[in-house]
């Protein structure tokens, strides 16, 4: 049961076993028994360390299952659960390139603070803030909660932003930074998901940060709990070359012992590199032996000897579920348009991996137990050829202008454009850049997924899966967007597959423009593309083409939503047909652009519109 109080003149949420205890002598025994409980008094004075205001017991273990209490009806996590995930006390989990940390608390002590107004002291500057959180409702799933906190600077200003926690049991497992299998009921665990959530809202750019105020708009039988925040650090000093966005988690394998060496075609150069790993919607780490990149010279052979990277000066490591790992810069110049083989060695047995699904190009990998070939100059080792791209998320280069992202489905993703020639629009749209003195030679970043949807998610964001579509465009934003490597501007080509699924006009254009919105909160240009016609495709009827239609009449009109617009449709559709592109674009089944088409995309673009 939920009972409110006041103490210290701060409303002090305290959950009850039986629910038959006085507020005050709860919020009186609770200070005198829990440290964290006796700053309460100091929270409105001066910021104390979030660890210090923990005032609620999320994880239960074996030995006192009756320390626990999360959602003041006796459920929990558990301990076991969080342990074979990688998310071990005091255990640091990179999510979305935040540095966010599992506290430290052992099994049934404080972990967690309900938001309540605290003031939480936090230094530094960064690209926005960071939150892992979650939300409860009395004793069974409930809805998201909400609440506007305050961010003060150490100038003497501030800004606010709302905060807001999914579910632990009911929030969407699209969005999760982990799943766990079990509840940790009163009477022993059942098998039920809960979730535990990264949630990133703006700051002010360039002004140090000196705390932060959270929350204080529960209602009485809800409460937003806050386990970690840390502000996201600028990418100063490095630019973003390539990058493949997560489509789902695959069954693979097994595979004992192997080595993946993984072709990557990158857009900047530079004189020092490090690539991203994540571990996106997996249940259970993975392990990393050892790792290197090199120059491709053919197939699966390098150009040179491969070389080692290295992970906060460990050749190895191990990736937590839902977690990311960047290597540690190598000073490896990487030129510009340069193919690289970023070879993996997994010394353990895996199962399922993330991927991303379709890679217009191919990778190899070795037999079971040939152990770590990382190595390796030649392609003697890699037997076996691979059609997807496990765990490797990005390739980042020293130096540069900054990356522009491009977020869209197959059709940017490549499919139906000559395999192996690096003719996606956004390959030929890195050349572009690459041979121009007018705007800056950004690093083009490709983050489109086959089949991808702007609304609806086709992956379901849990476990391993047939369908490797991803989640919707909007609950990949975060991931795929806005933390990537320098992004200075993202371009947003997709709503076909929504329009030939029966998703209506009236809503893909507020899901764009309120992308958009976030876009701009975090200082990003935002730029949309119309959405080219489909007609001859079998379900790319009269009535998909009205909604396509109306999507792109609401894209030109813009309205201030867009920074600026891309008119694709225009690029290749046939004159005499509108609802179809011009044969000499069409990649053979009139949804997909062949080569000519992807040129057209290409060189439709005002690159002036990309500052």
């Known amino acids: 049961m939920l009972r409110t109080s006041r103490l210290g003149g701060v409303r002090h949420r305290r959950w009850t076993a039986a629910g038959v205890v006085a507020a005050g002598a709860v919020c009186a025994i609770a200070a005198a028994n829990t440290p964290a409980l006796a700053d309460t008094a100091q929270r409105g004075r001066e910021p104390l360390p979030l660890e210090r205001l923990f005032d609620n017991t999320a994880v239960r273990g074996?030995?006192?299952?009756?320390?626990?209490?999360?959602?003041?009806?006796?459920?929990?996590?558990?301990?076991?659960?969080?342990?074979?995930?990688?998310?071990?006390?005091?255990?640091?989990?990179?999510?979305?390139?935040?540095p966010l940390r599992w506290p430290r608390s052992a099994a049934g002590q404080p972990d967690n603070v309900r938001a309540a107004g605290q003031v939480v002291r936090l230094r530094g500057s960064g690209e926005a803030l960071s939150f892992l959180v979650a939300g409860t409702t009395e004793g069974e799933p409930g809805q998201d909660v909400s609440g506007s906190g305050t961010v003060r600077y150490r100038d003497g200003s501030r800004s606010t932003y709302r905060l807001t926690a999914p579910d632990w049991r009911r929030g969407p497992l699209t969005t999760k930074a982990v799943g766990l299998p079990h509840l940790a009921a009163p009477g022993g665990q059942r098998a039920e998901t809960t979730r535990l959530y990264a949630v990133t809202v703006p700051v002010a750019r360039g002004r140090e940060v000196d705390s932060v105020v959270l929350p204080d708009e529960a209602e009485r039988e809800t409460a937003l709990h806050v386990f970690s925040m840390a502000l996201r650090g600028p990418t100063n000093g490095w630019t973003g070359s390539w990058a493949a966005s997560p489509s789902g988690y695959a069954a693979v394998g097994?595979?004992?012992?192997?080595?993946?060496?993984?072709?990557?075609?990158?857009?900047?150069?530079?004189?020092?590199?490090?690539?991203?790993?994540?571990?996106?919607?997996?249940?259970?780490?993975?392990?990393?032996?050892?790792?290197?990149?090199?120059?491709?010279?053919r197939g699966a052979a390098a150009a040179g000897r491969p070389r080692a990277l290295t992970f906060d000066g460990r050749p190895g490591a191990e990736l937590p579920a839902g977690a990311q790992q960047f290597s540690d810069?190598?000073?490896?110049?990487?030129?510009?348009?340069?193919?690289?083989?970023?070879s993996i060695h997994l010394p353990g047995t895996v199962r399922a991996l993330p991927v991303h699904s379709y890679i217009d190009s191919v990778s190899y990998l070795t037999a079971d137990g040939a152990g770590d070939r990382t190595g390796d100059?030649?392609?003697?080792?890699?037997?076996?050829?691979?059609?997807?791209?496990?765990?490797?998320?990005?390739?980042?280069?020293?130096?540069g202008a900054g990356s522009v992202v491009t977020l869209g489905d197959s059709i940017t993703d490549g499919e139906r454009s000559t395999p192996g020639t690096n003719g996606r629009w956004p390959d030929l749209l890195g050349r572009r850049l690459r041979g121009q003195q007018s705007v800056p030679k950004f690093g083009v970043l490709n983050e489109g997924i086959s089949g991808n949807q702007v609304v609806n998610d086709r992956y379901p964001g849990d476990n391993t899966s047939k369908i490797l579509s991803g989640v919707s465009a909007g609950h990949r934003l975060e991931r795929d967007v806005l933390a990537q490597t320098s992004a200075r501007t993202v371009v947003v080509f997709e709503g076909v597959n929504d329009i030939r699924a029966g998703t209506t006009a009236a809503q893909v254009i507020p899901a764009l423009r309120a992308m958009a919105a976030r876009a701009h909160e975090r200082g990003m240009r935002f730029v949309a593309a119309t959405i080219a016609p489909c007609g001859g495709f079998h379900d790319c009827t009269p009535a998909a083409d009205a909604e396509r239609t109306a999507i792109n009449r609401d894209i030109r009109a813009n309205g201030g939503a867009y920074d600026a617009v891309l008119d694709f449709d225009a690029a290749i559709r046939d004159p005499r047909q509108p609802d179809r592109m011009l044969p000499a674009f069409d990649g053979g089944d009139h949804l997909h652009p062949n080569d000519a088409g992807m040129r057209a995309f290409a060189d439709a673009i005002d690159l002036r519109k990309l500052i």
């Not at 100059?377 to 130096?399: E, Q």
């Open 377 to 399: 100059r030649g392609a003697g080792a890699y037997s076996a050829k691979l059609d997807s791209w496990p765990l490797l998320t990005g390739v980042d280069v020293g130096d």
């Open 329 to 342: 810069p190598l000073g490896f110049r990487v030129p510009e348009g340069a193919d690289l083989l970023v």
């Open 62 to 98: 074996d030995t006192h299952p009756g320390d626990a209490d999360f959602d003041g009806a006796g459920n929990a996590l558990s301990a076991k659960d969080l342990d074979a995930a990688g998310w071990s006390p005091g255990h640091a989990l990179a999510i979305d390139r935040s």
């Open 254 to 297: 097994p595979w004992t012992d192997r080595t993946l060496r993984l072709v990557v075609h990158g857009s900047a150069g530079g004189p020092r590199t490090r690539i991203r790993l994540e571990n996106t919607f997996a249940p259970r780490p993975v392990r990393i032996g050892h790792a290197s990149v090199a120059l491709q010279e």
